[in-house]
């Protein structure tokens, strides 16, 4: 069973950056769109950005212009870049991706467990 590792959050002041990867736990065939979604506390979760393997990418309106997807297709990884970090984005994020694990197999949706990332004021 395929997983996806998140790295990269933690503690930040406001105005910082931090980066966030998502790489699958083992060689996989291919993935389709990957991603982030957060859950911020008492809130619902959201998606943040996505990314498909054309490079074609979509932005939730509260980080367009702060944060940028990128992906490498020949590792099936995904990074979020995120700067001019505010309190807002205090969040879980979490990495996702359609995944086909061999050439036999359907494209399946995978997530990650979640990374904390806190924007202190």
């Known amino acids: 069973q395929v997983q996806l590792v998140e790295s990269g959050g933690g503690l930040v002041q406001t105005g910082g950056s931090l980066r966030l990867s998502c790489t699958p736990s083992?060689?996989?065939?291919?993935?389709?769109?990957m991603g982030w979604y957060r859950r911020a506390p008492g809130k619902q979760r959201e998606l943040v950005a996505d990314?498909?393997?054309?490079?074609?990418?979509n932005y939730a309106d509260s980080v367009k212009g702060r944060f940028t997807i990128s992906r490498d297709n020949a590792k099936n990884t995904v990074d979020l870049q995120m700067n001019s970090l505010q309190p807002e984005d205090t969040a879980a994020y979490y990495c996702?991706?359609?995944?086909?694990?061999?050439?036999?197999?359907?494209?399946?949706?995978?997530w990650g467990q979640g990374i904390l990332v806190t924007v202190s004021s």
């Open positions: 083992k060689n996989i065939f291919t993935a389709g769109v």
């Open positions: 996702y991706a359609d995944i086909k694990e061999t050439f036999y197999s359907t494209y399946q949706e995978y």
């Open positions: 990314i498909r393997s054309t490079g074609s990418a």
